[in-house]
């Protein structure tokens, strides 16, 4: 690593480990407080947690208000001085929703041996803590102004990004580097690509009749959903990375009656876009067919990520995390996983991204969840350093 880059890790590590107990507190607000769907002010209070640091780091933040109660957080520090020459441009993302509702019961941080258990704490709040507490080391070390910043902190990640997709990719499309905070992977590993999600809700429209005096007046729904839910379990298509999940089946009132309406949630990830334009092009086929004599179909959504294809941008920048992990003794295998984010939005515009930066954990979106608790500090550490060699090299590796 270049000298000036040397200089300054000592003293990172040693305010980021002085700084632990900090952390893991600012962690234990943000976990505590409520975020899910249902709860607007407790995402708001989460959203003001955040906004409270920026401000002390000399961001400029700004609350964008959204339909659907949703309000998110967008904040920005360029660089300053005689170190803005030549600064990176960096973006932070990280939401801040949960998908535990308010009623969901699993509303607390635990600590349990070197484990952190609790709503959220993986998915992604202690990510959120971590890209702030890199943020005070590059501080602390009189580095910030080497970096232009913008940080896209959301409300609705967890349904799909719908009111703040916009944010994330106009904040992207100047950027050299996007730095996604989701949950690392168990193995201590970070992520290189991520499938592409789409769902889709799908109605069958038929006909209620007697099912004994009037039978043939009748169009039944659940026949002809159940056509549509074989139709779309082949669409699938394993050794491409297409999968297909029809996760959810709705329909009829009564034995003896003809259901006039049936439903179903479908849920898929593709892993190119050959694959998007393929499932597409089929699923508007079936939103056109007739399952059934009779039926009408409806078919609302889509695949709202485009999938994370790897790429050498994307590549490059995660073999820069890899070689500052290993000049300090950490392992950091990189991955492939189905789950979406928003680094699917960055990856595709084509701006080198890496995610899975938040501390290492299991179990995001279980009661099970949690994460290892040295590696808040340890992921923090990881990224101002990255960030540190990233400035003196413009990300040409070193050796
Ligand atoms: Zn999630």
Redesign the pocket.
């Known amino acids: 690593m270049p000298v000036a880059a040397t200089s300054h890790a000592a003293r990172v590590i040693a305010l980021l480990e002085a700084r632990e107990g900090a952390y893991l507190r600012r962690l234990r607000d943000l976990v505590d407080t409520n975020s899910g769907l249902d709860n607007p002010a407790g995402r708001l209070a989460c959203l003001k947690q955040l906004e409270r640091v920026y401000k002390m780091l000399g961001f400029a933040t700004r609350r964008v208000e959204r339909p659907g109660m949703m309000v998110h957080l967008v904040a920005h520090r360029p660089a300053r001085g005689v170190m803005a020459e030549g600064a990176p441009k960096v973006l932070l993302l990280g939401?801040f929703d949960?998908?535990y509702d308010s009623t969901s019961g699993f509303l607390s941080l635990q600590q349990e041996g070197d484990w952190l258990h609790g709503p959220g704490v993986g998915?992604?709040k202690g990510g959120l803590v971590v890209a702030q507490a890199a943020l005070e080391a590059l501080q602390h070390v009189g580095q910030l102004d080497a970096f232009d910043f913008v940080a896209v902190h959301n409300a609705d990640?967890?349904v799909q990004s719908p009111t703040s997709r916009d944010l994330v990719e106009a904040a992207a499309a100047d950027r050299d580097l996007v730095l996604d905070f989701?949950i690392g992977r168990k193995t201590g590993g970070v992520v290189r690509s991520r499938a592409g999600v789409g769902r889709y809700f799908v109605t069958v429209h038929g006909r209620a009749a007697h099912a004994g005096m009037d039978h043939a007046a009748g169009v039944n729904a659940i026949v002809g959903l159940a056509k549509l839910v074989l139709a779309f379990d082949a669409l699938q298509d394993p050794a491409l990375g297409t999968t297909i999940n029809v996760g959810v089946v709705r329909g009829g009132v009564k034995r003896n009656v003809v259901p006039d309406e049936a439903r179903a949630e479908v849920d898929v990830r593709v892993r190119s876009l050959a694959e998007v334009a393929r499932i597409e092009a089929a699923v508007a086929e079936l939103a056109r067919s007739e399952p059934v004599p009779g039926a009408r179909v409806e078919v609302v959504g889509g695949i709202g990520r485009p999938p994370w294809v790897r790429n050498a941008a994307c590549d490059g920048l995660i073999a820069h995390f890899q070689q500052v992990a290993a000049a300090h003794g950490i392992a950091l295998p990189a991955e492939d996983t189905g789950?979406g984010?928003d680094a699917n939005f960055t990856a595709a515009l084509g701006v080198a991204t890496i995610d899975g930066l938040g501390p290492v954990g299991t179990g995001?979106?279980t009661h099970d969840e949690r994460i290892r608790t040295h590696t808040v500090v340890e992921r923090a550490k990881l990224v101002a350093l990255a960030l540190l060699a990233w400035r003196e090299t413009g990300g040409v590796a070193t050796n």
Do not use: A, Q, R
């Open positions: 939401h949960t998908v998915d992604m990640e967890e989701e789950g984010s995001p979106h």
